[in-house]
């Protein structure tokens, strides 16, 4: 003798095709920062300073690397570039079309502050600033910032 088990009953909700059109969002959206606007929405970034974060646009081509930021009038205090190289290197970094001195910071594949340029001046080019050691980023502060946000050879940086 055998006894049957009564039949669940299937309950639908209205919630259901929000739910599957939510996880349908959340795909395309990862799709495309994978395969279309992973640049676009990664040009700029936070980088963790010993006494406070700076936002950085990102440099991350060559066209973007020698641009810098020749030409500009000014950078705010909070704000910085960050220079991102395709291999580790001694990297130059020269003044040309520049308007105002900035802080020079270089950092290894680490992250870890390998040499500072305090006051790099616009009528220095076409000198070009290079450190000892080799370096993948390089980060451009107004003038005075790496002293102030407590940026020091050795000290490693976060973003």
Avoid: C
């Avoid at 690397?65 to 020749?70: D, E, I, K, V």
């Avoid at 970094?93 to 520049?98: E, G, L, S, T, V």
């Avoid at 102030?148 to 000290?155: C, F, H, R």
């Amino acid at each position: 003798m055998s006894k049957e088990m009564p039949a669940k009953k299937i309950v639908r909700t209205k919630s259901a095709p929000k739910l599957v059109l939510a996880l349908g969002m959340v795909l395309v959206g990862a799709g495309l920062i994978v395969f279309g606007l992973r640049g676009v929405l990664e040009d700029k970034v936070y980088i963790k300073a010993p006494k406070m974060l700076i936002q950085a646009e990102v440099a991350d081509d060559e066209a973007e690397r020698t641009l810098g930021l020749s030409g500009r009038s000014s950078l705010s205090a909070g704000r910085a570039i960050l220079f991102v190289f395709d291999k580790p290197g001694i990297h130059g970094i020269w003044m040309k079309d520049m308007k105002f001195a900035v802080d020079i910071v270089w950092l290894d594949s680490n992250k870890k502050v390998v040499a500072v340029e305090p006051r790099a001046l616009p009528e220095s080019y076409p000198k070009i600033f290079s450190p000892d050691e080799e370096s993948l980023f390089v980060i451009e502060l107004a003038q005075g910032r790496a002293s102030e946000l407590g940026i020091k050879v050795d000290e490693i940086l976060s973003w």
